[in-house]
T-cell receptor, first 109, second 118 residues
Framework: QKEVEQDPGPLSVPEGAIVSLNCTYS??????FMWYRQYSRKGPELLMYTYSSGNKEDGRFTAQVDKSSKYISLFIRDSQPSDSATYLCARNTGNQFYFGTGTSLTVIP | GAVVSQHPSRVICKSGTSVKIECRSLDFQATTMFWYRQFPKQSLMLMAT?????????EQGVEKDKFLINHASLTLSTLTVTSAHPEDSSFYIC??????????????FGAGSRLTVL
């Protein structure tokens, strides 16, 4: 079983739609959860991180963690063409980081 | 926010030569630095983990004599691809912990270096 499972997509939505990106994880140890955005031929860019269950909001982005079901989500409101990228979820246990395979998102104008 | 600078962003070299990639944490002291390799449309593959002043820990299957990692200071790590061959052509990305408010629990990535070996 992989440490972090992520639906690879691809996901295609019209501009303005709400996007939901999801991951599941297997380890219950104390950890942080992260979401990264990666444009083609660029390094991943940290969008948000959190360590507790619940929601964390930053502009159009909301990260949600449900530790009881080991489920993490990233919601993007009012999606824009510039949001088109690959989104990676990640978690850590100490100095070890585990990444999902990434979900490719395309926002169509 | 935390910034990790990586260069060169793109390098082309001849087979048999060595290439050095630098990774710097610009506004924080990196607790640990990580080097990843990424093939097109694939996820990140961890190559090695390094702490300042100590030898890097390589992942299984990564040749430490081919991919030399030096972590000379808390703000600088280098990856040298020695005697490069076309199969070493890839996208190499460094990352570091210690930048965000969470300290060692969040990774900040560099912009990546695309290596093409002719």
């Amino acid at each position: 079983q992989k440490e972090v499972e992520q639906d690879p997509g691809p996901l295609s939505v019209p501009e303005g739609a709400i996007v939901s990106l999801n991951c599941t994880y297997s380890n219950s140890a104390f950890q942080y959860f992260m979401w990264y955005r990666q444009y083609s031929r660029k390094g991943p860019e940290l969008l948000m991180y959190t360590y507790s269950s619940g929601n964390k909001e930053d502009g159009r982005f909301t990260a949600q963690v449900d530790k009881s079901s080991k489920y993490i989500s990233l919601f993007i409101r009012d999606s824009q063409p510039s949001d088109s990228a690959t989104y990676l979820c990640a978690r850590n246990t100490g100095n070890q980081f585990y990444f999902g395979t990434g979900t490719s998102l395309t926002v169509i104008p | 926010g935390a910034v990790v600078s990586q260069h060169p962003s793109r390098v082309i070299c001849k087979s048999g030569t060595s290439v050095k990639i630098e990774c710097r944490s610009l506004d924080f002291q990196a607790t640990t630095m990580f080097w990843y390799r990424q093939f097109p449309k694939q996820s990140l593959m961890l190559m090695a983990t390094s702490n300042e002043g100590s030898k890097a820990t390589y992942e299984q299957g990564v040749e430490k004599d081919k991919f030399l990692i030096n972590h000379a200071s808390l703000t600088l790590s280098t990856l040298t691809v020695t005697s490069a061959h076309p199969e070493d052509s890839s996208f190499y990305i460094c990352s570091a912990t210690g930048g965000e408010g969470s300290g060692a629990n969040v990774l900040t990535f560099g912009a990546g270096s695309r290596l093409t070996v002719l």
